[in-house]
Nanobody, 129 residues
Framework: QVQLVESGGGLVQAGGSLRLSCAAS????????MAWFRQAPGKEREFVAA????????YYIDSVKGRFTISRDNAKNTVYLQMNSLKPEDTAVYYC??????????????????????WGQGTQVTISS
């Protein structure tokens, strides 16, 4: 079973950058599809980005396209979310998620929280205006 630990959150000014990391334990990390979700106060958890097990395919919510980049290093059991040109509306708790089910991508569930069965504890990202 894979366990996930996020890091890299913090407080930055609008226009700044942050890089989130999600370290995974377990020898089967490279077989898992990975994603980042976020949840702002009073709002539902929202898909941000996803990446296939090989890293060959990525998906993003429209509001972060061109600003965020998801990547993974299977040798380090880590997935990253590089966030540039940050906006106050990006403020949220960011969660890393993993899925060992091939259907998450083939079935079009990559942007749904129920497509993932392993979650990290979250890391707070706050963007000041």
């Amino acid at each position: 079973q894979v366990q996930l630990v996020e890091s890299g959150g913090g407080l930055v000014q609008a226009g700044g950058s942050l890089r989130l990391s999600c370290a995974a334990s377990g020898r089967t990390f490279s077989s898992y599809a990975m994603a980042w979700f976020r949840q702002a106060p009073g709002k539902e958890r929202e898909f941000v980005a996803a990446i296939t097990w090989s890293g060959s395919t990525t998906y993003y919510i429209d509001s972060v396209k061109g600003r965020f980049t998801i990547s993974r290093d299977n040798a380090k059991n880590t997935v990253y979310l590089q966030m540039n040109s940050l906006k106050p509306e990006d403020t949220a708790v960011y969660y890393c998620a993993a899925s060992g089910n091939p259907g998450t991508f083939s079935g079009g569930l990559y942007d749904h929280h129920y497509g993932y069965d392993i979650w990290g504890q979250g890391t707070q990202v706050t963007i000041s205006s």
